[in-house]
């Protein structure tokens, strides 16, 4: 299992406490396809540390690569992006391990975007499909119980009737690619500054 402690809660933090919004939508739509995968400004989710894959409690939230050109959208970009990167850390741990992900399903807060959906599709280079349910924990534990209580014969027969898949993202090829090399510098950015969180406490 891969675990985030702070996921859309970033945004929630960087739209509210920082910009001064509820309108989430209207930050996001200065955000044109021609920008994505393109952006200078990375940003680490680790605003009360993390768990997978770092378990580093001292870790801690970042902007890195600004300049004067930099713009409010560039570093609204970065938290989404910087999210995706995140899970696309556990992701790759799986990979090490000999799973095959081709797909996966995303409800909760951050399913309500489109562009953060389109971000996690094309970073992680898989499809990504939008459930009917907005309460991804509290329905799989249902599920659980349904099972131990003899309405379904197991989790897989749960599942396959209770979710309800109502939108599919795919991933564009060229875009993936450049997320891709974007990933690559995110992912050195916390072994680099890591042993500097450690004095921030």
Same mark, same amino acid.
């Given at each position: 299992m891969g675990c985030m402690?702070? =996921?859309a809660s970033c945004n929630k933090w960087w739209m509210e406490d920082i910009i001064g919004t509820k309108d989430f939508a209207a930050q996001q739509s200065e955000l044109t396809d021609d920008k994505l995968g $393109?952006?200078?400004?990375?940003?680490?989710?680790?605003?009360?540390g993390e768990r997978s894959p770092h378990n580093d409690p001292k870790a801690r939230g970042m902007f890195i690569g600004m300049t @004067?050109?930099?713009? $409010? =959208?560039? @570093?609204?970009?970065a938290v989404l992006e910087g999210v995706a990167f995140a899970l696309r850390d556990s992701f790759e741990v799986a990979r090490l391990l000999g799973i095959d992900i081709r797909r996966t399903k995303i409800c909760g807060g951050g399913a309500k975007s489109p562009l953060w959906k389109k971000m996690v599709a094309n970073i992680l280079n898989i499809q990504v499909d939008t459930l009917a349910s907005e309460e991804g924990p509290a329905l799989g534990g =249902? @599920?659980? =119980?349904a099972v131990a209580n003899g309405e379904y014969e197991d989790v897989r027969q749960a599942a396959d009737a209770i979710v309800k898949v109502v939108?599919?993202?795919e991933p564009d090829e060229g875009l993936s690619r450049l997320y891709e090399e974007r990933y690559q510098t995110f992912r050195k950015i916390y072994p680099g500054v890591k042993g500097i969180f450690a004095k921030m406490q």
């Open positions: 402690l702070s =996921a $393109r952006n200078h400004v990375y940003f680490l989710p680790y605003l009360m @004067m050109d930099t713009t $409010r =959208a560039d @570093m609204t970009q =249902a @599920m659980l =119980a939108d599919t993202i």
